[in-house]
């Protein structure tokens, strides 16, 4: 048995406050399988994934069921027990110590305040950039004061944060150059994104989002950044033009390109990726993906995380499944003899949660 006791959730959004309906819970399973949280078609239901799958497995046992139970009786269990306490039962059974929560998204989730109580542990904030940059914007009246604010709120927004996110590689941002645009490309596209831009509308301009990203690396502070299901190539550029300046990168959630992933991890020395809400996702089949990711990542680059949003479930699912995944794969190298049982206790105590410890420079929890 290989022992990963302490998990550092390295990137992770806060929970819902509501209860929760058949249709409203597989909603959220289909928003985790990367759809918009719409319901199944007809005829069909989002339990039937590897997530529902795992779901079943491993949460019912924590309400009071046996594992495998119908999602219908398990959701009434969890409205019997009400929101709060299924939550708290469900968070403090999933052996995550830490929680480092963006805060950035437009929904009511619990903060870094709360899920820290609800779940016995410790969290810290990551601030995510555009919706920042989206909000100074609705306060700045010019392209001079829009500036400089968003400088001052980039640099503000460190002294509390453990790090920053960012989905510029998502929107595009990082697809033309990787290096700093000048002063004059980036007062142009200020001007003409806040000429045209409607009340509340989102940060997309990938001149912009190519100068946020330039002063989040000046803060201080690690930068993550989402990849979606794009290749990560698209930040190779980005993580050789930030190359000595002292500014870590973690990529996040690059499935189905976690090879290359992975293989920017080796190229670049602060430049690291998480596993993500992938071995949820993948269930049964984690134990394969791990392997995958082993095979080319050198093993201080690589974070646990859940990714998990708005379902207490997801981080005790993340956390499960990383669990087992990670006993299976080392486990049997250590059968095999390739590994030594105390490297590989090593190994797995780094991923889950001691390069984490590093990176964001967090004490070790109690």
């Given amino acids: 048995m290989i022992d990963t006791p302490s998990l550092?959730?390295?990137?992770?959004?806060?929970?819902l406050r509501t209860?929760?309906?058949?249709?409203?819970?597989?909603?959220?399973?289909?928003?985790?399988?990367?759809?918009?949280?719409?319901?199944?078609?007809?005829?069909?239901?989002?339990?039937?994934?590897?997530t529902g799958f795992a779901v079943r497995r491993w949460c019912p046992p924590l309400l009071g069921l046996e594992p495998h139970c119908p999602p219908a009786r398990?959701?009434?269990?969890?409205?019997?027990?009400?929101?709060?306490?299924?939550?708290?039962?469900?968070?403090?059974?999933?052996?995550?110590?830490?929680?480092?929560?963006?805060?950035?998204?437009?929904?009511?989730?619990?903060?870094?305040?709360e899920i820290a109580a609800t779940g016995a542990a410790e969290a810290h904030e990551i601030v995510r950039l555009e919706p920042l940059a989206e909000q100074v914007a609705d306060t700045s009246g010019t392209v001079e004061a829009f500036l400089a604010n968003l400088a001052e709120a980039v640099h503000g927004a460190a002294v509390n944060a453990v790090a920053f996110a960012s989905v510029a590689?998502?929107?595009?941002?990082?697809?033309?150059?990787?290096e700093p645009p000048g002063p004059g490309e980036v007062r142009g596209a200020a001007g003409r994104w806040l000429a045209g831009r409607p009340a509340g509308g989102r940060l997309a301009d990938p001149v912009?989002?190519?100068?946020?990203?330039?002063?989040a690396v000046t803060a201080g502070r690690p930068l993550?950044?989402?990849?979606?299901?794009?290749d990560p190539a698209s930040v190779a550029g980005f993580a050789a033009a930030t190359s000595g300046l002292g500014t870590d990168l973690v990529l996040l959630h690059s499935y189905?390109?976690?090879?290359?992933?992975?293989?920017?991890?080796?190229?670049?020395?602060?430049?690291?990726?998480?596993?993500?809400?992938?071995?949820?996702?993948?269930?049964?089949?984690?134990?394969a993906v791990l392997a995958e990711v082993l095979e080319r990542a050198p093993f201080g680059k690589l974070l646990f995380s859940s990714g998990a949003h708005g379902l207490p479930e997801l981080h005790v699912v993340a956390a499960s499944v990383f669990r087992t995944a990670v006993t299976r794969v080392l486990g049997e190298w250590v059968m095999d003899g390739a590994w030594s049982r105390t490297d590989a206790q090593r190994v797995a105590a780094m991923i889950a949660g001691d390069n984490a410890r590093r990176v964001y420079r967090l004490a070790r929890s109690r």
Avoid: K, M, N
């Avoid at 550092?8 to 929970?15: A, E, L, P, T």
């Avoid at 399973?29 to 199944?40: I, K, R, V």
């Avoid at 912009?208 to 002063?215: E, G, T």
């Fill in 256 to 287: 189905p390109y976690h090879r290359a992933a992975a293989r920017l991890t080796g190229a670049h020395a602060h430049v690291y990726a998480d596993l993500g809400p992938v071995l949820a996702h993948t269930g049964a089949r984690a134990a």
């Fill in 224 to 230: 993550q950044l989402h990849t979606g299901d794009r």
């Fill in 19 to 50: 209860e929760l309906g058949l249709g409203t819970f597989e909603a959220r399973l289909g928003a985790q399988l990367g759809g918009s949280t719409t319901l199944p078609a007809a005829g069909t239901t989002f339990f039937d994934t590897q």
């Fill in 169 to 178: 590689g998502v929107r595009q941002g990082l697809a033309y150059a990787p």
């Fill in 74 to 113: 398990y959701l009434a269990r969890r409205r019997e027990l009400g929101v709060a306490e299924a939550g708290r039962r469900l968070l403090r059974s999933s052996g995550i110590s830490t929680y480092l929560v963006d805060t950035g998204l437009p929904e009511d989730l619990t903060g870094p305040a």
């Fill in 208 to 215: 912009l989002l190519r100068h946020l990203l330039w002063i």
């Fill in 8 to 15: 550092v959730d390295q990137y992770c959004h806060g929970v």
